[in-house]
């Protein structure tokens, strides 16, 4: 029996990621919870015909803790998206309560619950779950995951298009490592499943890199002021947590990169922390996961020149974000 819960359901994520985790055969208790719409949203995934008995809730009446308890896994998509011209550091002021807030429901009614953290900006919101959870007493570094599966999928798409066949994106898997915005977005290129063609100039390359890096500006300019990314990234969700789902069902060796504490293995975390030069908190890296989480942190291995010219521009950022993100839990006290 698996429980799963999605905070900020009826949202523009919220809805396609319902759905596909309702399609999901391994959760048998789907959760929907927003400050609106919720009851119509579960009704209606209610009647399609697979294992997952759904429940909407609101906030009044307790409605965060009854759809939290039991919750085995806990995905939060809630918050509000980017406009053209905003970076996802801009959102911090409104989603830095919202996940603060979520967050404390989590630590009293689930803390237990693997916790998949979705809302923007990523590098700062999975930090501030993380305080929140220490000042309950109930922080297990191995339980809490800033989703950036998006990353890894762009990449495996936009490698796919350049080797003309779009029907291999499925199979091409390229290390995305760091955080969740802009340059902190490091694509491991020279580690693509699929080796990119050896006529690929170092412009073409660049651009490649830079489109993974700002895709998700791509899709905000496109939808010209009705939001980010919601279908793509749903599906990139489901996809992670369809992998926290096995995992917990006991499959062994599953590994997908995910920005995770350091603290949640401390050996792998000592090999990382020598390869970037630097302590960070929190990284983005292809984590091995288990039953009780994250079971390693892997190494970024054999990188090439321009990659680590990647990473060097990337911890400054990250290290910026991750502090506004526990600065903003310190000061609240
Ligand atoms: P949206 O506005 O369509 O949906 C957000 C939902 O959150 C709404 O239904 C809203 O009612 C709900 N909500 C707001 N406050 C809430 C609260 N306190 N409790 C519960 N629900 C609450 O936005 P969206 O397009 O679904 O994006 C959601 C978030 O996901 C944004 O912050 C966006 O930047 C982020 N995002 C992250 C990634 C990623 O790769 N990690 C990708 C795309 C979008
Ligand atoms: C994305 O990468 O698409 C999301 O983080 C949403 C955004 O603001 O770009």
């Given amino acids: 029996m698996v429980k799963a819960v999605v905070l900020g359901a009826a949202g523009g ?7 596909l985790l309702k399609a999901n055969p391994l959760v048998t208790e789907l959760g929907l919870y927003d400050i609106v719409n919720t009851p119509g949203v579960a009704a209606d995934l209610s ?8 429940e909407g809730y609101l906030p009044p009446d307790d409605g965060l803790k009854k759809v939290l308890t039991g919750a085995d896994v806990v995905v939060i998509p809630a918050g509000v ?7 996802r550091d801009d959102l911090f002021k409104i989603n ?25 900006p990523v590098n700062s919101t999975v930090p501030i779950v993380a305080e929140v959870f220490k000042k ?5 570094p191995k339980r809490l995951f800033g989703v950036t599966t998006l990353d890894v999928v762009r990449a495996s798409t936009f490698v796919s298009e350049i080797l003309n ?9 390229v290390p995305v490592v760091g955080g969740h915005s802009g340059v902190t977005i490091v694509p491991l290129l020279s580690q693509s499943s699929h080796t990119l063609p050896s ?7 660049d651009t490649l890199v830079n489109r993974i ?18 279908l793509s990234m749903a599906y990139a969700g489901a996809e992670f947590a369809g992998k926290i789902l096995r995992a917990l069902k006991g499959e062994k060796g599953i590994i997908a990169p995910s920005y995770v504490s350091l603290l949640a293995d401390t050996e792998g975390a000592a090999v990382l922390t020598k390869e970037l030069g630097e302590t960070v908190q929190f990284f983005s890296t292809p984590i091995e996961l288990g039953t009780e989480g994250v079971v390693k942190i892997n190494p970024l291995g054999k990188i090439t020149e321009a990659e680590q010219t990647l990473i060097k521009a990337a911890i400054p950022e990250l290290l910026k974000n991750i502090q506004t993100g526990v600065e903003f839990i310190a000061g609240a006290k």
């Fill in 13 to 19: 994520i919220g809805q396609p990621l319902a759905l």
């Fill in 47 to 54: 009647h399609i015909a697979t294992p997952a008995k759904v």
């Fill in 81 to 87: 998206p980017r406009k053209p011209g905003m970076t």
């Fill in 96 to 120: 830095a309560g919202i996940v603060r807030d979520l967050a404390t429901g989590i630590a009293t009614a689930a803390p237990k619950a693997f916790v998949l953290v979705i809302s923007n």
């Fill in 136 to 140: 309950h007493n109930v922080f297990d």
């Fill in 165 to 173: 066949d779009l029907g291999l994106s499925k199979d091409i898997v």
């Fill in 199 to 205: 006529s690929l100039s170092t412009a073409q390359y």
């Fill in 213 to 230: 890096q700002f895709g998700g500006d791509e899709v905000v300019k496109a939808k010209d002021g009705a939001g980010s990314a919601t």
